[in-house]
T-cell receptor
Framework: SQQGEEDPQALSIQEGENATMNCSYK?????LQWYRQNSGRGLVHLIL?????REKHSGRLRVTLDTSKKSSSLLITASRAADTASYFC????????????FGGGTRLMVKP | DAGVIQSPRHEVTEMGQEVTLRCKPI?????LFWYRQTMMRGLELLIY????????DSGMPEDRFSAKMPNASFSTLKIQPSEPRDSAVYFC??????????????FGEGSRLTVL
């Protein structure tokens, strides 16, 4: 099952543009994480934001968290062709043994 | 550190055959996770171990699936007998902590299973 839902499912932009992906969830969280997956590869952790944080930066990545709306967003600024990948949000599912569960992902394509 | 190591990377087998997937977690990590990824269902958590002990296997689809972790540096996921619907990419991941304290997961490159 997918406890975090990403939106949009697919996104296509030109190099240099910003890409914004959103994630919604249903129950309370301790933290929310974003991962990246290149085609045919394993997932790679990008950033973790705790429930008491509202915004976090890492290089060209900016993550926001709104616990009142149960949503998070991942912004990639000045995108590059190498950013082409699928991006997933993940959170602890308190209703499923406190396991980390992933959403369906956003497939990002950055055109050179 | 070499990261999480999975083998085989690719496996093609016939329905009814036994499949064994292997995983070596990052040294020092206490938790190990097995996920399955398909287009239809996305990433599903099958089972996770904490200090070599299975904590929750509610994601294991049926009795044909079993997982073991005989020591801190090795885990297996076995499917017996395999069926075409088991075709997927199986990921192993490890982390320092699990449960409500779960932080960053480190994933292997996956084992792509095709059951004919």
């Amino acid at each position: 099952s997918q406890q975090g839902e990403e939106d949009p499912q697919a996104l296509s932009i030109q190099e240099g543009e910003n890409a914004t992906m959103n994630c919604s969830y249903k129950t309370s969280i301790n933290n929310l994480q974003w991962y990246r997956q290149n085609s045919g590869r394993g997932l790679v952790h990008l950033i973790l934001i705790r429930s008491n944080e509202r915004e976090k930066h890492s290089g060209r990545l900016r993550v926001t968290l709104d616990t009142s709306k149960k949503s998070s967003s991942l912004l990639i600024t000045a995108s590059r062709a190498a950013d082409t990948a699928s991006y997933f949000c993940a959170r602890i599912n308190n209703n499923a043994g406190n396991m980390l569960t992933f959403g369906g992902g956003t497939r990002l394509m950055v055109k050179p | 550190d070499a990261g999480v190591i999975q083998s085989p990377r690719h496996e093609v087998t016939e329905m009814g055959q036994e499949v064994t997937l292997r995983c070596k977690p990052i040294s020092g990590h206490n938790s190990l996770f097995w996920y399955r990824q398909t287009m239809m269902r996305g990433l599903e958590l099958l089972i996770y171990f904490n200090n070599n002990v299975p904590i929750d296997d509610s994601g294991m689809p049926e009795d044909r699936f079993s997982a073991k972790m005989p020591n801190a540096s090795f885990s297996t996921l076995k499917i017996q007998p395999s069926e075409p619907r088991d075709s997927a990419v199986y990921f192993c991941a490890s982390s320092l902590l699990a449960g409500v304290l779960t932080g960053e997961l480190f994933f292997g490159e996956g084992s792509r299973l095709t059951v004919l």
